[in-house]
C-alpha cells in the first residue's frame, strides 16, 4: 500500500533495489492523473535519464559500485528492474571511472545516449597510462569505444545523441565529433577535429558557436563539412549549446544572457539564465536559493512563466546536473535523488515533438546468406527522437509475409535479418521487399519505410541453377556442351556456364537440392540409360560428366519424358515424374533422403497423347506443385497438384495452342514478378516466353531469343 502525503513523497515497503511506486513532489497547479514512481536506492552515486532509461551508479550486493539502468514508461509510473551495465569501480592497477563532488562525497558522471549506451570518462591506471583520461562511450556488458587518452583533467564528455558524439581533451584542447559504428556500418568517416567551442550533436549533425557572436554552424558529421551557418541572434559568442530536434538551446554562460533558437520559426527567444538541461520543448534548471527544480516551457516557440516541479534542497556543489537531477531530452521527463535517496520521475508535462527519424544506417540492397559477396545477415539501424516500439516485417517476390521481427522499446531500432523464414527456413533465392513501422511509445505518432533485399545464397528456387531466384535453362548442343542460360529478371537469358564432353541423346532435369547447401543439383540421364544426380553448383561452373555426382540407377532409358513440378506429396522434397514409352504410363518418383528415389507409383495410363509434358512448380497459388501438358492437336492443359502425390482433372489453358512449339519448358520465375512462367521453341528456333499469371494461366507470348534451333535438347 502506498501512503500519500500533500507536497511529498512517502515510502512504504522501501527495499535496496526494487522499486516502489508512489507520488512525486508535484505543484496544485500541476497535479497528474497518474501517480509517477519513485525508485528507493541505497545511494546514488551518478544519474542520468535518456531515451526512457534511468542510469544511476550504486552499489551491487557485493558492494561494487555499477551503472544500472531502468526502463521508465512514458508517462513516468512504471519502472522496470534494475539491469547492470557495467563496473565503474577501481581496477587493481588503480585505473577507474573519473569521480567528482557531489553530496554523496564522489560520483561518476554519466551521459546517456538515448539508445542504450551511455558515455563517461575513464582514468588510466599504472603504467604509461597512469592518470590519462578517456571518454569511454560504453554498451551494455563493458564493450565499448574509447577516445585517445588526455591528460589529467582534460576530459570531457560535451555531448552524445544516439550514435553521434562530441568531446573535448587533449594536450591541445582539442574537440573532436564523429559518429560510432552501427550494426551495418562497421566503418565510419574520421571525426571531426576542431578547437573548441560551445557544441552539441543531434541525428548526425554537429552543432557548434564559432568565434563570431551569436553565430552557430551546422557539420555533417558523415561529410565532414559545414553544411549550414545560422545567426541565434545571442548577444555573445555563446557558451553553450544544447539540441532537441527543433530547438537549440544557447547561453552567454551560466549567469549570462540564454535563449532558444526555434530551427522552425528561425528566431530565438529568451529563458531564464543558470545551469539548465533541456528537454523536448522545454529546459529546467536547479534554484538552488529557492531549493527547488523549475521548468520553463517553451513548446508553443513561446516560453511560460517557470513553475516549481520539485523540491530539491542546495545541496554541497553548484552544478548538480547529472549527479542529483537530470532531464530526459528524447520526448521524456525528469529524475531528481532526494534526501532519503530515492529516485523521483517527474513527467514534465510538456507535449513532445512528432515523432521522427533523426539518423539511419540502411543495410544494402543485397545480401548473401551464404557470406560468398558480402554480409551473410542484413543488418540496419535508425535513431528516433522519442522511444518506439518497432515492427520489422519482410515479404518475398510473391508478396507473403516470410519474416517478422519486433522491438522496443528505445529511441534507436536496430534490425538484424538472417535470411531466414518465421519458420526458421532459409528465404528463397530471390528479391524481398521489406517494412519498418516505429510507434512512438507515448502514442503520438508513426514512422514507416521500406525498401527491397534481393537474397542469394538462400533456398534455390524452381528450376533455379545459378541461385540467384530467376528461372535457368539447361541446352545441349552438338557439340556435347551442356550450358546453364542464366535467367535475368527482364524475362530473357544472359550469362552461361558450358561443360563439355557429353553425348548426343543427354537428357538433364533441373532439380532441387536434395542437401544442405541450398545449391540445386542437376539430374541427367546418359543415352545408356544411368541417371546421375549431379551435385550443385550455384551457377559457379558448367557441368561434365567427371564432376561430382551419384548414380541413382540404371535402366532409365525406358523413358522419354523426365521432368520434376516440385515436391508433389507434401514431403518437403522435391520429386520426379516420368513417361514410359512403350506404353505411355506415367510414373510419381517421390524424392527420399540422401537424393535418393522412393518406388515408383503409376498416376496415369497412356499419356501418348501428349507430345510434350513438363513440371512448372506452383502455378496457381494454392502452394503445391503443378504439370502442363501439350497435347499433339496443340491443345494445353494443366494438371493442378492435390499435395498428395496425385492430380485433379485436368483442366484447359489454351486451344490451338503453339502447333509450331517444339520444345517446352517450365522455366520458373523467369520475369521476377513471383510467379512462375514458361519458355518454348518454335520450329524456326525462336524462343518464347509467356509470363505465368499465379492463377494456372499465362499471358501473351514475347520473343526472347532467336538462333535456338540446332540446340538438341532444352530442360
Known amino acids: ?356 527519424k533523426t539518423a539511419s544506417d540502411v543495410g544494402d540492397s543485397y545480401m548473401d546468406i551464404k557470406g560468398r559477396y558480402g554480409a551473410e545477415a542484413w543488418a540496419s539501424t535508425w535513431q528516433f527522437n522519442k522511444p518506439v516500439t518497432w515492427t520489422y516485417t519482410v515479404k518475398d517476390v510473391t508478396g507473403r509475409t516470410v519474416r517478422t521481427l519486433k522491438g522496443g522499446s528505445g529511441t534507436e531500432t536496430s534490425v538484424e535479418w538472417d535470411g531466414r523464414t518465421d519458420a526458421g527456413k532459409f528465404a528463397g533465392s530471390s528479391r524481398h521487399t521489406w517494412t519498418l513501422r516505429a510507434t512512438a511509445e507515448d502514442g503520438s505518432g508513426t514512422y514507416t519505410t521500406s525498401g527491397a533485399i534481393t537474397v542469394s545464397g538462400g533456398t534455390a528456387g524452381f528450376h533455379d541453377q545459378g541461385a540467384l531466384g530467376t528461372g535457368d535453362l539447361v541446352t545441349l548442343n552438338p557439340s556435347g556442351g551442356l550450358t546453364i542460360q542464366f535467367g535475368q529478371t527482364s524475362g530473357s537469358f544472359a550469362g552461361k556456364k558450358t561443360g563439355t564432353g557429353w553425348p548426343a541423346g543427354t537428357l538433364a532435369v533441373p532439380f532441387a537440392d536434395t542437401g544442405s547447401d541450398r545449391c540445386a543439383e542437376l539430374l541427367v540421364r546418359i543415352p545408356g540409360g544411368e541417371l546421375r544426380q549431379y551435385t550443385g553448383r550455384c551457377g559457379q561452373s558448367g557441368y561434365t560428366p567427371k564432376s561430382s555426382h551419384t548414380t541413382i540407377g540404371t535402366g532409365w532409358q525406358q523413358f522419354d519424358v523426365l521432368t520434376s513440378p516440385g515436391d508433389l506429396n507434401g514431403d518437403g522434397r522435391a520429386d520426379l515424374l516420368a513417361r514410359q514409352t512403350t506404353t505411355g504410363d506415367m510414373y510419381l518418383f517421390p524424392g527420399a533422403a540422401g537424393g535418393k528415389f522412393a518406388p515408383k507409383a503409376r498416376v496415369y495410363t497412356n499419356w501418348k497423347t501428349y507430345a510434350r509434358i513438363t513440371g512448372v512448380g506452383d502455378i496457381t497459388g494454392d502452394g503445391r506443385a503443378d504439370l502442363l501438358c501439350h497435347d499433339r492437336k496443340g491443345g494445353l492443359w494443366r494438371y493442378d497438384g492435390l499435395g498428395n502425390g496425385k492430380f485433379a482433372p485436368r483442366v484447359p489453358v489454351f486451344s490451338g495452342w503453339g502447333s509450331s512449339y517444339n520444345a517446352m519448358v517450365g522455366v520458373g520465375d523467369l520475369s521476377g514478378d513471383g510467379k512462375n512462367d514458361i519458355v518454348v521453341r518454335d520450329t524456326a528456333g525462336k524462343l518464347y516466353r509467356n509470363n505465368g499469371n499465379g492463377k494456372g494461366s499465362f499471358g501473351p507470348r514475347t520473343q526472347i531469343a532467336t538462333g535456338w534451333g540446332p540446340y538438341k535438347g532444352i530442360f
Open 1 to 356: 500500500m502506498t501512503a500519500f502525503v500533500r507536497g511529498r513523497a512517502a515510502l512504504v515497503g522501501s527495499v535496496v533495489g526494487a522499486t516502489v511506486l508512489t507520488t512525486a513532489v508535484v505543484p496544485a497547479e500541476a497535479a497528474p492523473t497518474a501517480v509517477p514512481a519513485v525508485v528507493a536506492t541505497a545511494g546514488t552515486y551518478g544519474l542520468d535519464f535518456s531515451g526512457g532509461r534511468l542510469n544511476t551508479v550504486e552499489r551491487s550486493p557485493s558492494g561494487d559500485q555499477v551503472v544500472y539502468e531502468r526502463r521508465v514508461s512514458a508517462d513516468g509510473v512504471t519502472v522496470g528492474a534494475r539491469q547492470g551495465l557495467g563496473y565503474v569501480g577501481y581496477f587493481a592497477n588503480g585505473a577507474h571511472a573519473r569521480r567528482v563532488p557531489c553530496d554523496m562525497g564522489d560520483c561518476v558522471e554519466l551521459v546517456g545516449a538515448g539508445n542504450g549506451n551511455y558515455g563517461l570518462v575513464f582514468v588510466g591506471g599504472d603504467g604509461d597510462d597512469a592518470g590519462l583520461e578517456g571518454v569511454q562511450y560504453r554498451m551494455p556488458g563493458n564493450a565499448h569505444w574509447g577516445s585517445p587518452l588526455y591528460r589529467a583533467g582534460t576530459a570531457k564528455i560535451v555531448d552524445l545523441t544516439g550514435r553521434a558524439w562530441v568531446v573535448k581533451g587533449g594536450s591541445l584542447g582539442e574537440q573532436q565529433a564523429g559518429v560510432h559504428p552501427s550494426p551495418s556500418n562497421r566503418a565510419t568517416a574520421d571525426p571531426v577535429v576542431r578547437k573548441p567551442t560551445a557544441a552539441s550533436v543531434w541525428g548526425t549533425t554537429l552543432w557548434a558557436a564559432t568565434s563570431a557572436t551569436g553565430a552557430l554552424t551546422a557539420t555533417d558529421l558523415g561529410q565532414r563539412k559545414v553544411v549550414q551557418t545560422l545567426a541565434t541572434g545571442a548577444p555573445c559568442v555563446l557558451k553553450e549549446v544544447r539540441t532537441v530536434g527543433r530547438w537549440i538551446y544557447w547561453n552567454c554562460g551560466t549567469t549570462g544572457a540564454a535563449g532558444v533558437y526555434d530551427r522552425t520559426a528561425k528566431k530565438s527567444f529568451t529563458v531564464p539564465s543558470g545551469p539548465a538541461l533541456v528537454g523536448d520543448g522545454y529546459l529546467v534548471r536547479h534554484d538552488r536559493t529557492a531549493g527547488k527544480l523549475l521548468l520553463t516551457d517553451f513548446h508553443t516557440g513561446k516560453p511560460a512563466a517557470p513553475r516549481a516541479v520539485a523540491d530539491l534542497p542546495a545541496g554541497k556543489t553548484a552544478d548538480q546536473r547529472r549527479l542529483t537531477w537530470a532531464v530526459d531530452k528524447f520526448g521524456g521527463d525528469i529524475a531528481y535523488v532526494d534526501a532519503a535517496n530515492s529516485v523521483h520521475i517527474v513527467p514534465s508535462g510538456v507535449p513532445a515533438q512528432p515523432l521522427t
